[in-house]
Antibody, heavy 118, light 111 residues
Framework: QVQLQESGPGLVKPSQTLSLTCTVS??????????WSWIRQPPGKGLEWIGY???????YYNPSLKSRVTISVDTSKNQFSLKLSSVTAADTAVYYC??????????WGQGTLVTVSS | QSALTQPASVSGSPGQSITISCTGT?????????VSWYQQHPGKAPKLMIY???KRPSGVSNRFSGSKSGNTASLTISGLQAEDEADYYC???????????FGGGTKLTVL
């Protein structure tokens, strides 16, 4: 059973870069079975897809966030990461990492709340 | 504003059936059989309930079913139980530029 766990700072200052890491256990990121994804949910609101990465390094981003997002993968550590630059209060959300196949998200991390505030 | 349109809320009594709609366009729901549905209880991560429009992952009750007609996908829950009370989100592949879109979510209340 694949398990995912997000980690990173819970508080980021406006205009800075949000950085999160997702550690995958119970399976290899390099298996090629999944696209490794980031999804966020502002407090009290719906889900927003941020982007995917494949183990090969191919990336796919939400067009509305593409200019600020970088997703990378470290197969040696079985981890993938999210960087979101120039954050504002609108980026305050619970950030989830997930494993996706055929555009459905099979496995999810528990989520981590990131607050953007000075 | 979400790309896929869902009703904000639905309700039903235990034992009844309810259906949640998810309306997209010919660029997403209407063009691909790649709609998925997620159940989210308060403070928890979403859980995949339906994928590829109508398939259930292992372990998901057969009380949950999915379908599609044109640009609208639907999730039906039969034999409502108290534990079904949650938020439900639809999601669709939207082509090689947009990739993935979610609905705004529907709050299901079991009366």
């Amino acid at each position: 059973q694949v398990q995912l766990q997000e980690s990173g700072p819970g508080l980021v200052k406006p205009s800075q870069t949000l950085s999160l890491t997702c550690t995958v256990s119970g399976g290899s990121i390099s298996s090629g079975d999944y696209y490794w994804s980031w999804i966020r949910q502002p407090p009290g609101k719906g889900l927003e897809w941020i982007g995917y990465i494949y183990y090969s390094g191919s990336t796919y981003y939400n067009p509305s966030l593409k200019s600020r997002v970088t997703i990378s993968v470290d197969t040696s550590k079985n981890q993938f990461s999210l960087k979101l630059s120039s954050v504002t209060a609108a980026d305050t959300a619970v950030y989830y990492c997930a494993g996706a196949r055929d555009y459905s998200f099979d496995y999810w991390g528990q989520g981590t709340l990131v607050t953007v505030s000075s | 504003q979400s790309a896929l349109t869902q009703p904000a809320s639905v309700s039903g009594s235990p034992g009844q059936s309810i259906t949640i709609s998810c309306t997209g366009t010919s660029s997403d729901v209407g063009s691909y059989n790649l709609v998925s549905w997620y159940q989210q209880h308060p403070g928890k991560a979403p859980k995949l309930m339906i994928y590829e429009g109508s398939k259930r992952p292992s372990g998901v009750s057969n009380r949950f079913s999915g379908s599609k007609s044109g640009n609208t996908a639907s999730l039906t829950i039969s034999g409502l139980q108290a534990e079904d009370e949650a938020d439900y989100y639809c999601c669709s592949y939207a082509g090689s530029s947009t990739y993935v879109v979610f609905g705004g979510g529907t709050k299901l209340t079991v009366l």
